[in-house]
T-cell receptor
Framework: GAVVSQHPSWVICKSGTSVKIECRSL??????MFWYRQFPKQSLMLMAT?????????EQGVEKDKFLINHASLTLSTLTVTSAHPEDSSFYIC????????????FGPGTRLTVT | KQEVTQIPAALSVPEGENLVLNCSFT??????LQWFRQDPGKGLTSLLL?????REQTSGRLNASLDKSSGRSTLYIAASQPGDSATYLCAVDTGNQFYFGTGTSLTVIP
């Protein structure tokens, strides 16, 4: 089956630093990847849609200059949280859409970010 | 390991019908359960979030119930409309990881 990995699985960083999260489709190519985040006791919410080779599309209320998304290849998308603040502490999860045309999404295991 | 199953895999109903989507999970140690809607080529849209201590949540024509002890959740859609056609996913949050169901593809026929 289609497998999506995320690295790191958890990270602790200091306020003001930047953190990069990787999302990889291991055994298939993904034209489109999605990034989500979940704050404690809240729903998982879509942050942005990332298409290979083009700029990401951000959902309303998500700062594109703060959450930099790069989808440079068909198997890798990265999310960089720049100048992280404690309020950015959250669970970040990516999904990858296969190229078969079925639009099925395959989810990574998630990354838990804690900003101190 | 948590396993999440959704039944049926596909459902086709005439407009106006009430319908129920089912989600079952194998490990009752969950923080919450969420229902999502997925439109082709789009990211997930959160519909309802049920905390582990809750029994149900309602939003408009949608009602979701949770029975942790039996490992089941249902999503009830009242008076279905063609715009409800989409894939519906449930996901269990264990606190460490999300486990997504296989989805139910719903088609509402005008």
């Amino acid at each position: 089956g289609a497998v999506v990995s995320q690295h790191p699985s958890w990270v602790i960083c200091k306020s003001g630093t930047s953190v990069k999260i990787e999302c990889r489709s291991l055994d298939f190519q993904a034209t489109t990847m999605f990034w989500y985040r979940q704050f404690p006791k809240q729903s998982l919410m879509l942050m942005a849609t990332s298409n290979e080779g083009s700029k990401a599309t951000y959902e309303q209320g998500v700062e594109k200059d703060k959450f930099l998304i790069n989808h440079a290849s068909l198997t890798l998308s990265t999310l960089t949280v720049t100048s992280a603040h404690p309020e950015d502490s959250s669970f970040y999860i990516c999904s990858a859409e296969g190229t078969s045309g079925s639009y099925e999404q395959y989810f990574g295991p998630g990354t838990r970010l804690t900003v101190t | 390991k948590q396993e999440v199953t959704q039944i049926p895999a596909a459902l086709s109903v005439p407009e106006g019908e009430n319908l129920v989507l089912n989600c079952s999970f194998t490990d009752s140690a969950i923080y919450n359960l969420q229902w999502f809607r997925q439109d082709p080529g789009k990211g997930l849209t959160s519909l309802l979030l049920i905390q582990s201590s809750q029994r149900e949540q309602t939003s408009g024509r949608l009602n979701a119930s949770l029975d942790k002890s039996s490992g089941r959740s249902t999503l009830y859609i009242a008076a279905s409309q063609p715009g409800d056609s989409a894939t519906y996913l449930c996901a269990v949050d264990t606190g460490n990881q999300f486990y997504f169901g296989t989805g139910t593809s719903l088609t509402v026929i005008p």
